[in-house]
């Protein structure tokens, strides 16, 4: 007989099961999904999907409802990921030296295709990006520029170079090829819409293994989960091992293009959709993706999501990747950016720690870190002590009082963390009930809620999606009890 040894580790098994289980609840999904892989050898570090069974009870209830949860939605199901494929658009319109790091994009919201108007996330445009930028915001009108350089040849080129639309061949049954149009398919359209991520069904398994070789200096590898087959004889003694070593499949880009890749992606962290999944001294790189559901060939209009996040660490000296995904996560919380970037920080933290990884305080890009100030009148000294402490905001009082009458800045206003603000405890003076309107641009609606019944202001909604413009704008010194209107709207594709 014989035994398989697995590439699984088993901490970062429980780990990833851990982190889907709890974004599961929290989030009130359907499923998730997620996969963490060794991007220089393509080992399967952990794979996992929630809701699962219980081996030793497999079936559980109808019979129907058991045979969906043996399924492996990482392997066997196809979907849209969105955005996340942006990467796949940018690595590949640098490869052909279609573009370049400073080039410069121009976003007014749209974009006039064949004479259709494809719409970015942010209706009001972007205004003019670089190439770094535009993957930042997650622009799509940028990306339906690169379309239009790279035209369908070559980005079908691409989406063949690193794995799309067949199987990868990993060591596990029932993979899924995912669907790719064939080119006689695609028109303007159809190529403006695949360069921001619509229209191309894959798998996660497909997804990470071109993401490792984006950071594996263009390398493919091929993923497994198979590391050791040891064979035994009647009386269980070992005979033979057999080591499966890893499979290099091909060079996708170049490893100058992988080390821009990786900085525009770690810029994606620090600087843009992905901050919720930044740590301190760590190089991440990660990209975010918030999809319409794909329900029957039409896109869902009532609110089903796919939410992904994608992510390789570190960027300076790639590890691993990962990638997580929510299935219909809670319609008031289904941008990714809140909710698979943060699930994935917890899963990276954890295996950080596992691994040794030290942080590197002294070279890692510092992200733009801004807290609110909170609404801390008629509360002791020592409690706004407390709070300011642990928004890591600095403090100075003034007066001789007990209890806070007054601050400046005032609750609502964002500023950066080590700011010193000013306490006002003085006895002689009322208490002063005025407040800043927040910014709420790039919120979802229950931050933006939650922020403003904190400092006593009221909130009124038009659109869906996260906050992209207010009737008072932000600092705006406000009694409490105003009314701010905000406008949302769906973020990415």
């Not at 942006?86 to 052909?96: C, D, G, H, N, R």
């Not at 799509?140 to 040849?153: A, D, I, P, S």
């Not at 899924?176 to 191309?200: M, R, T, W």
């Not at 843009?272 to 993706?289: L, N, P, Q």
Request: proline letters at 4%.
């Amino acid at each position: 007989g014989s035994d398989v040894v697995l590439t699984i580790d088993q901490s970062i098994q429980y780990f990833t099961e851990k982190v889907i289980e709890k974004g599961l609840k929290e989030y009130k999904a359907k499923q998730i999904s997620a996969i963490v892989m060794d991007v220089k050898t393509g080992e399967i570090l952990a794979m996992a999907n929630k809701p699962d069974y219980d081996p030793n009870e497999p079936v559980k209830g109808d019979v129907t409802s058991s045979m969906a949860l043996w399924k492996n939605r990482a392997v066997n199901d196809s979907f849209e990921l969105g955005s996340v494929m942006k990467v796949v658009t940018a690595s590949a319109a640098l490869q052909e030296g279609l573009t370049k790091k400073s080039d410069t994009f121009v976003c007014n919201g749209s974009k006039n295709v064949a004479g259709h108007t494809i719409r970015c996330w942010k209706s009001g445009g972007h205004g003019v990006q670089t190439l770094p930028q535009i993957l930042q915001n997650s622009c799509n009108v940028g990306f339906m520029t690169l379309g239009e350089r790279l035209q369908k040849e070559k980005l079908h080129k691409y989406y063949d170079l690193y794995g799309f639309g067949k199987p990868t061949g990993i060591d596990y049954p029932g993979e899924q090829s995912g669907i790719i149009k064939p080119l006689k398919e695609v028109g303007p359209v159809e190529l403006a819409n695949e360069s921001f991520g619509q229209g191309i069904s894959v798998t996660l398994i497909q997804y990470i293994t071109a993401l490792s070789a984006i950071a594996n200096d263009g390398k493919l590898m091929q993923p497994h989960l198979a590391k050791q087959i040891v064979y035994t004889d009647e009386n269980d003694k070992v005979t033979e091992t057999k080591d499966i070593k890893p499979k290099f499949v091909r060079q996708v880009i170049s490893k100058e293009n992988s080390e821009l890749m990786r900085e525009m992606l770690e810029d994606v962290v620090t600087k843009g959709a992905g901050k919720k999944a930044y740590i301190e001294g760590y190089h991440i790189g990660g990209k975010t993706g918030t999809a319409e559901k794909a329900i029957n060939g039409k896109y869902d209009t009532t609110g089903k999501y796919i939410s992904t996040f994608a992510c390789i660490a570190p960027c300076n000296d790639p590890k691993i990747a990962v990638v997580l995904s929510i299935d219909e996560p809670d319609p008031s919380n289904y941008y990714s950016g809140s909710n698979a970037a943060p699930l994935t920080k917890i899963l990276l933290e954890d295996i950080f720690r596992y691994l040794n990884m030290e942080p590197d305080l002294g070279e890692n890009k510092e992200v733009v870190k801004e807290v609110t100030i909170p609404e801390m009148r008629g509360k002791s000294i020592a409690d706004a002590e407390k709070i300011l402490s642990n928004l890591n905001l600095n403090f100075e009082i003034t007066g001789s009082g007990s209890i806070i009458n007054d601050v400046n800045p005032k609750p609502g206003v964002a500023v950066k963390e080590n700011t010193k603000i000013n306490l006002i405890a003085d006895n002689s003076q009322k208490i002063n009930s005025d407040v800043a309107v927040p910014d709420f641009n790039e919120k979802t609606q229950k931050e933006i809620l939650d922020e403003a019944n904190a400092l006593g202001i009221k909130v009124v909604f038009s659109g869906d999606g996260i906050g992209v413009s207010q009737d008072i704008q932000p600092k705006t010194i406000v009694s409490k009890g105003t009314t701010v209107k905000v406008i949302l709207e769906k973020p990415e594709n």
